[in-house]
Nanobody, 121 residues
Framework: VQLQASGGGLVQAGDSLRLHCAVS????????MGWFRQAPGKQREFVAA????????FYAGSVKGRFTISRDNAKSTVYLQMNSLKPEDTGVYYCAADSSYTSVASMYDYWGQGTEVTVSS
């Protein structure tokens, strides 16, 4: 299973970005999907997850109400819509896939290469 994340960039505080993660090599609907991020000098942290059908989602407290995770099983793609971005949202964002619906990074078997998001103040 291969994951390809894209959509990162340099934006100003208050702006929006939409990240994409295209999945190939497996049956997409068999996987729950997650987004994680890693800021410079910090550990990777959970951002959001979505269940296999897309009916269930959950978020880290720091992004709840600003970020929305969604998926299109027909396109084998998961999205992360990020609104009202803050400088503390800066980091490399990774998508991940696993048969489990979880916020625990170590549970995910498959990872994308990451896409960088920089939010200036």
């Amino acid at each position: 299973v291969q994951l390809q994340a894209s959509g990162g960039g340099l934006v100003q505080a208050g702006d929006s970005l939409r990240l994409h993660c295209a999945v190939s090599g497996g049956t997409f609907s068999n996987y729950a999907m997650g987004w994680f991020r890693q800021a410079p000098g910090k550990q990777r942290e959970f951002v959001a997850a979505i269940s296999w059908s897309g009916n269930n989602t959950f978020y880290a407290g720091s992004v709840k109400g600003r970020f929305t995770i969604s998926r299109d099983n027909a396109k084998s793609t998961v999205y992360l819509q990020m609104n009202s971005l803050k400088p503390e949202d800066t980091g490399v964002y990774y998508c991940a896939a696993d048969s489990s619906y979880t916020s625990v990074a170590s549970m995910y078997d498959y990872w994308g290469q990451g896409t960088e998001v920089t939010v200036s103040s």
